[in-house]
């Protein structure tokens, strides 16, 4: 019974290539994340959700977009792969937006 | 802005000995801190989180403390094991979670 699930777990794919990664939620949270981890470990936010709507958008480029469909998934589209994407992004949920949060095993996404 | 901060980036103890890890942060206007742990090439799990509120979370022979008035948080490990062995990571809630650069603890048989 994963909590937060994220698909793909690996991702390898060559410049200006569009790709997507889906997470799902089965612990019925409003609020849900998409994070960013760089090759110095460190996590910063991308984008936050609740209840389908957007809450948190950082400076990202445009060529990401979340997309929301349901409060349980929320997917991660990216356009024009560039090299300077390659990282391990990792989806999370919460209850409400200032509680626990859980996170998924991350996509480790690679662009060459 | 909120900036969070792990002291010490890493560190490496004999086997049975106790640590504390510490974690600052500039904002107290946080809700509450997690505390989490990352094995290599996997994800975060959650240890603890401390609300606001409080000012102490156990589990195990894990103990987090908080104090917002000085914006700290300390992870403390009793009797530790190689399987301690991780990146612990302290995160405190606001309309997000602020992360800091982590702590890298290697616990030697």
């Known amino acids: 019974d994963t909590a937060v699930s994220q698909t793909p777990k690996y991702l390898v794919t060559q410049m200006g290539n569009d790709k997507s990664i889906k997470c799902e939620q089965n612990?019925?949270?409003?609020?849900m994340y998409w994070y960013k981890q760089d090759s110095k470990k460190f996590l910063k936010i991308m984008f936050s959700y609740n209840n389908k709507e957007l809450i948190i958008n950082e400076t990202v480029p445009n060529r990401f977009s979340p997309k929301s469909p349901d409060k349980a998934h929320l997917n991660l589209h990216i356009n024009s792969l560039e090299l300077g994407d390659s990282a391990v992004y990792f989806c999370a949920s919460s209850p409400q937006g200032d509680t626990e949060a859980f996170f998924g095993q991350g996509t480790r996404l690679t662009v060459v | 802005k909120q900036e969070v901060t792990q002291i010490p980036a890493a560190l490496s103890v004999p086997e049975g000995e106790n640590l504390v890890l510490n974690c600052s942060f500039t904002?107290?206007?946080?809700?509450?801190l997690q505390w989490f742990r990352q094995d290599p090439g996997k994800g975060l799990t959650s240890l603890l989180l401390i609300q606001s509120s409080q000012r102490e979370q156990t589990s195990g022979r894990l103990n987090a403390s908080l104090d917002k008035s000085s914006g700290r948080s300390t992870l403390y490990i009793a009797a530790s094991q190689p399987g301690d062995s991780a990146t612990y990571l302290c995160?405190?809630?606001?309309?997000?979670?602020?992360f800091g650069t982590g702590t890298s603890l290697t616990v030697i048989p």
């Open positions: 904002d107290s206007a946080i809700y509450n």
């Open positions: 995160a405190g809630v606001g309309n997000q979670f602020y």
């Open positions: 612990l019925g949270h409003d609020t």
